[in-house]
């Protein structure tokens, strides 16, 4: 065997691992303890979606000055994030207090998502199923009132 060739089936090899090896990036989402309800839903959302695509995700709450003095109002928030979450991933890291700025770290759970949409296909059947008998009823009724009048 020529070393060309080995070279060659070499760089392939490395070339077919490079491709089966994940990326996994962390994201980061910063929070203030002040945050508004509508902004914290967008926050939230966006977290969500990373989670979803697989990456980790680190929330951050900033404090500034006299927010300092509550620490339990980002712990707060940040409780409400992993509640708000709990759906497509886990908390890796809980919150812990870094100079200004108390951090968390959120990692995707597959099994978590996976009874996420199993539950929710189990809940678009049932509204379809009560549609559909809802239709029925309706045009049973319309057909009985027609029947009443002639």
Do not use: C, W
Not at 3 to 29: I, P
Not at 41 to 59: M, P
Not at 124 to 138: D, H, I, K
């Amino acid at each position: 065997m020529d070393y060309g060739k080995f070279k060659y089936e070499a760089d392939q090899r490395a070339k077919e691992s490079r491709k089966k090896a994940s990326n996994l990036t962390v994201k980061e989402m910063k929070y203030r303890p002040k945050i508004g309800i509508g902004d914290f839903d967008t926050k939230t959302r966006k977290v969500e979606s990373f989670l979803g695509e697989g990456h980790k995700v680190k929330v951050t709450i900033m404090f500034r000055g006299r927010e300092m003095q509550h620490p339990e109002l980002g712990r707060k928030i940040l409780d409400k994030v992993a509640v708000a979450i709990s759906h497509v991933g886990k908390v890796e890291f809980h919150p812990r207090q870094d100079g200004r700025n108390m951090v968390m770290v959120l990692a995707p759970d597959k099994q978590a998502q996976a009874r996420h949409q199993k539950e929710q296909k189990k809940a678009a059947a049932e509204a379809a199923e009560n549609e559909a008998t809802a239709l029925n009823s309706a045009e049973e009724a319309e057909k009985n009132s027609s029947e009443e009048e002639e």
